[in-house]
Nanobody, 118 residues
């Protein structure tokens, strides 16, 4: 069992940068694929970024590619999401998630609010 706690959200202006952190408990953090998702009011949950457990390969949708970067520090049991050139459309609650099998995500954090003003 793993617990995830996100932090680093806040209110910023368009064009600004923000870094989110996700701290994980447990002894097997390095065994999990990690991901970030977001959900805006009235919208469905959207995939943002993922990083694999061993080779550290990353995946992004076109909506954030070139602006967002996911990384992980297994020694600190932490995954990060660096967000640059933020747009109002990025406004959402951002969730950290962990996947053991790779077929889906098994554990989720409580979310952290990111608001980008014009």
């Amino acid at each position: 069992q793993v617990q995830l706690v996100e932090s680093g959200g806040g209110l910023v202006q368009a064009g600004d940068s923000l870094r989110l952190s996700c701290a994980a408990s447990g002894r097997t953090f390095s065994s999990y694929n990690m991901g970030w998702f977001r959900q805006a009011p009235g919208k469905e949950r959207e995939f943002v970024a993922a990083i694999s457990r061993s080779e550290y390969s990353t995946t992004y949708p076109d909506s954030v590619k070139g602006r967002f970067t996911i990384s992980r520090d297994n020694a600190k049991n932490t995954v990060y999401l660096q967000m640059n050139s933020l747009k109002p459309e990025d406004t959402a609650v951002y969730y950290c998630a962990a996947s053991l099998s790779g077929a889906g995500y098994d554990y989720w954090g409580q979310g952290t609010q990111v608001t980008v003003s014009s």
